[in-house]
């Protein structure tokens, strides 16, 4: 794996300040609101919708490639592969679909650090009813100019320093301050629910079945016939 990143100053990694997050990408100099800090690099996969068999259902070929490199999210619980490293861009002027997967260990082009910056709001923030309410709310902000901007006011409340931002015509995206970020702060983005999903679904899960072998042990001690007394 070799890291090529042309936009970064002085960031490194180290060990994230969220419990459980592993690596983190941290900046060793002061970042103004608006500054590019690092892109998000990697290998390039076209987007192609075709037809399968002859049958109707698009296949997206670059999802299908990714899946076959995912299959180790299987593991983890999922019920299909998840590109946990991959983000899609769009042309703003054509139908040019691509896909960018920065998975460290599995991707042989050149990474940038941009795959390295993680999302301060995991699965569990995201189960709270209060994040439900959130998450309307930015649905219908993505929807005007204003509102993507009120958007950026709410990812800062959450902790986050930088977005995402798509170049409109080169394969390029980059991860831009929305605020001013001091030396030494750690990189947050927001991944979106999207990528959260899966852990959600097995999580969610997790936590009914151990709800059922409660409840049945529960039932299983009120079933069990007493110990007799001396006198009974």
């Known amino acids: 794996m070799k890291i090529i990143d042309n936009l970064a100053q002085k960031l490194y990694l180290g060990v994230s300040k969220i419990p459980g997050a ?11 609101s608006g500054i590019p800090v690092c892109e998000y690099k990697g290998e390039i996969l076209d987007v192609e919708e075709v037809m399968e068999n002859g049958e109707s259902r698009p296949v997206n070929t670059a999802l299908e490639r990714l899946g076959q490199k995912y299959n180790y999210t299987l593991a983890m619980g999922f019920d299909k592969p998840a590109a946990l490293y991959s983000i899609g861009w769009a042309s703003a002027n054509t139908r040019e679909k691509k896909l960018i997967d920065a998975q460290p260990s599995l991707t042989t082009e050149p990474t940038g650090l941009g795959g390295y910056a993680n999302d301060i ?16 709310q930015r649905e219908e902000n993505v929807k005007t100019m204003d509102g993507l901007k009120e958007n950026n006011k709410l990812d800062i409340k959450a902790g986050y320093n930088v977005t995402y931002w798509s170049h409109p015509t080169d394969v390029v995206i980059y991860l831009i301050a929305i605020r001013d970020i001091k030396a030494g702060e750690e990189i947050y983005v927001n991944y979106g629910d999207a990528y959260w999903t899966p852990f959600l679904k097995v999580m969610t899960e997790k936590a009914a079945k151990e709800r059922t072998e409660e409840n049945l042990d529960e039932l299983k001690e009120t079933n069990e016939p007493k110990e007799k007394t001396e006198n009974g």
């Not at 699965?123 to 998450?135: F, G, L, S, T």
Request: hydrophobic content about 35%; cysteine-free; charged content about 35%.
């Open 121 to 136: 709001l995991g699965w569990q923030e995201r189960m709270k009813p209060e994040w439900a309410e959130e998450k309307k």
């Open 22 to 32: 592993g690596v983190g990408l941290f900046t060793g100099k002061e970042v103004l």
